[in-house]
């Protein structure tokens, strides 16, 4: 029996991929594919459609983790209240904190929103700084590098294999980008309220301006004193614009976008949040495409 | 920066002749070459951070640190000096039941609660929670647990609240409800299976969840085993979880104990264990969860058979608030009686709660419960109780599991 299942393993091994990737988030596992092509099986631990603070540690995803030689983690405290207990109980040497197949992605990204100073007085503030960094596509490079660099580091056989990927993804992703450039410049209308931060970096890359957020604090739900401030605050401004995720309540944003005379669009903060952002290329299109007027 | 150059170029172009181009490209190269130069420097110069921390100082390595209060306020249709001296029959004595929270009627502090965890060395996981109630200081759980071993292994070594079912190892603080449920009080008091010892846990290389541990612990718990003269308690459970789409989890155990009772003789207590969980949004889910638990404890020639459930639905209906029901029942009592004059048949109770939460670190949570598995001063009583809780974890606290 024992025997079988060796040889099983073995032979699935030479078929199919040789490195099982787990990535805590859907943008983060599509990069992966794109590096580690065939080689690499990508297992995507969130569900694109939940709120990527609040992932339930279904037990499910210990299975993953158990067999993972590498996993890719967001970070900058975004999976803080879910991912730790899962990989105590994983019980897998290779993607502890500090091993070879523990990847924190946020360590190679240049952070925004850093606060100065950090209190749970001003509700869920991630003291790292913005976490929800892949909403910029020129952040994907760099994901894509990092990436590259670690899965030639695990399986250094296949070293060419994952920089020939690099160098063909990098190529393509700079022709997509001034094709998305060139579709932003057509943007005129710049100012916008958000419901959480979650779009920052999008935004600070294509000069937008934010004017608030419809939660009070980071985390922290609506309250009446604080939408009638808003709506207060569209008015004045002008602003059209308000971007609503895809997980919390709308009624908010619904509401305000009534009597502000403003709409309100459902953006996806993920690859596969809504159903037109499929592929990378897909989730910043949809992004672009809906927040362009 | 770049329209401004090219829009330059057009213009020189158009008013000077084709030579002057070739010493302009020039120019804009040499220019381009300068701005790199300048770009490496400054990505130099922002690399050569210095180090500005006091010599010796080791705050970066200090645990995460949390700090855990819990407290309520009570209203009880029974006295207090009745109360603390309840009975239920076959499994407490009048006058043996431990108390530890939520006792008085009027206003209870349960305790203050210090957790700490933080990473040894790259092999192993230390975690401790000091339990401080106004009656002493207990040292609730303190263990360490390898983080480096191969094949899915586990091993952990302290003393810690056993894996054996699914709520034994939770802390009173993350239950769904105050009160523990009654088989669970019944079978091992307020501390559930906790002891020192030492437990192995494997999980399997398989897409489906599998876990299966092994426990060796002092047995120190006399309400089912107590033989001291050496660790006398063994336990053994496996664990499996399935998902149905993205949506619907289902975790289900099955347990056993066995260990040797202050008689000398063994108690056996098996357990099974399910739960499912719908999760309707990302703060929004239903959850079902139960339990059975039957013990066998053998005294001198007899052996007393008794077994318990409970089984409660939580409706977490968003980030602030949530409801649940719970029905606890003692469905099988095998034991010696004779000291109760009174009907010790259908000992259930029923709890009911409504929660709130303004924020996931602090926790109001309105608790009804009508108590029908007591006898209070040799007669049978329905305790009604409404309770106000209030618990709080500040700091670093980590996440809580499945």
Request: aromatic share 10%.
């Amino acid at each position: 029996m024992k025997k079988i299942l060796l040889l099983t393993i073995l032979l699935s091994n030479m078929l199919f991929a040789s490195l099982n990737v787990n990535t805590t988030y859907q943008t983060l596992g599509e990069v992966a594919k794109k590096i580690g092509g065939e080689l690499v099986k990508v297992n995507v631990l969130a569900s694109a459609k939940y709120d990527p603070h609040f992932i339930v540690p279904k037990p499910s995803l210990l299975s993953k983790l158990r067999r993972a030689d590498l996993l890719i983690i967001n970070g900058a405290g975004l999976e803080i209240g879910w991912l730790p207990p899962l990989i105590r109980s994983a019980n897998n040497a290779k993607i502890q904190v500090g091993a070879q197949g523990f990847l924190d992605m946020s360590h190679f990204i240049p952070m925004i929103d850093v606060p100065t100073s950090v209190s749970r007085g001003f509700g869920d503030v991630h003291a790292q700084g913005n976490p929800h960094y892949s909403t910029d596509p020129y952040m994907i490079p760099i994901m894509a590098k990092v990436i590259e660099a670690k899965l030639s580091a695990l399986d250094i056989s296949n070293e060419a294999y994952y920089k020939a990927n690099l160098e063909n993804f990098l190529k393509e992703w700079d022709a997509y980008l001034q094709k998305l450039n060139t579709k932003m410049l057509s943007c005129k209308d710049k100012k916008l309220i958000e419901y959480h931060e979650l779009f920052n970096y999008f935004l600070s890359r294509y000069e937008y301006k934010s004017y608030g957020n419809i939660e009070p604090l980071p985390g922290i739900a609506p309250s009446s004193k604080h939408t009638l401030e808003l709506i207060h605050t569209l008015k004045s401004n002008k602003i059209k614009i308000i971007l609503q995720d895809v997980y919390h309540e709308k009624k908010s944003a619904l509401f305000i976008a009534k009597k502000a005379d403003a709409s309100a669009i459902i953006l996806p903060h993920e690859v596969g949040a809504v159903k037109e952002a499929d592929t990378l290329e897909n989730f910043y299109n949809t992004i672009a495409k809906r927040i362009c007027r | 920066m770049k329209k401004f150059i090219s829009l330059s170029l057009l213009t020189f172009t158009s008013l000077f002749a084709d030579a002057e181009l070739e010493s302009i490209k020039e120019q804009l190269e040499q220019q381009q070459y300068n701005t790199q130069q300048l770009e490496s420097k400054i990505a130099r110069l922002e690399q050569k951070s210095t180090n500005t921390s006091a010599s010796f100082s080791q705050n970066a390595y200090l645990p995460d640190i949390a700090m855990i209060l819990n407290m309520s306020a009570l209203s009880r249709n029974v006295k207090n000096s009745d109360y603390e001296n309840y009975a239920i029959p076959g499994f407490i004595d009048a006058g043996d039941a431990e108390l530890p929270f939520n006792k008085e009627r009027g206003f209870n502090f349960n305790y203050a609660e210090v957790a700490m965890r933080s990473t040894v060395d790259p092999y192993f996981d230390a975690f401790a929670i000091f339990h401080i109630a106004p009656d002493g200081l207990e040292i609730e759980e303190a263990y360490v647990q390898t983080r480096a071993l191969p094949f899915g292994l586990l091993i952990k070594a302290g003393k810690m609240k056993s894996n054996f079912g699914r709520i034994n190892s939770k802390h009173q603080h993350s239950w769904q409800f105050d009160s523990q449920p009654i088989i669970y009080e019944s079978l091992f008091g307020p501390d559930s299976i906790s002891d020192a010892g030492i437990q192995l846990q494997w999980v399997a290389p398989t897409d489906t969840y599998l876990m299966a541990g092994v426990e060796a612990l002092q047995g120190t718990n006399d309400k089912s085993f107590g033989d001291l003269e050496k660790n006398n308690l063994y336990i053994t459970y496996i664990k499996s979880s399935i998902d149905i789409g993205d949506d619907l989890s289902i975790l289900g155990g099955v347990s056993l104990a066995h260990g040797k009772n202050t008689t000398q003789n063994s108690t056996d207590v098996y357990g099974l264990d399910l739960t499912l969980r719908e999760q309707l949004g990302s703060y929004s889910s239903l959850i079902w969860q139960s339990e059975f638990l039957q013990r066998n404890k053998d005294i001198s020639t007899t052996t007393d058979k008794q077994a318990g459930l409970y089984s409660e639905l939580i409706y977490q209906y968003n980030n602030n608030y949530s409801a649940g029901f719970r029905y606890d029942r003692i469905t099988k009592n095998e034991a010696d009686l004779s000291n109760y004059a009174v009907d010790t048949n259908n000992l259930l109770r029923y709890t009911a709660k409504l929660e709130y939460k303004p924020f996931p670190m602090s926790r109001l949570r309105l608790e009804y419960t009508n108590d029908k598995t007591k006898v209070i001063a040799g007669e049978r009583k329905d305790i009604n109780e409404v309770m106000l809780t209030l618990n709080i974890a500040a700091g670093a606290h980590g996440a809580h599991d499945y």
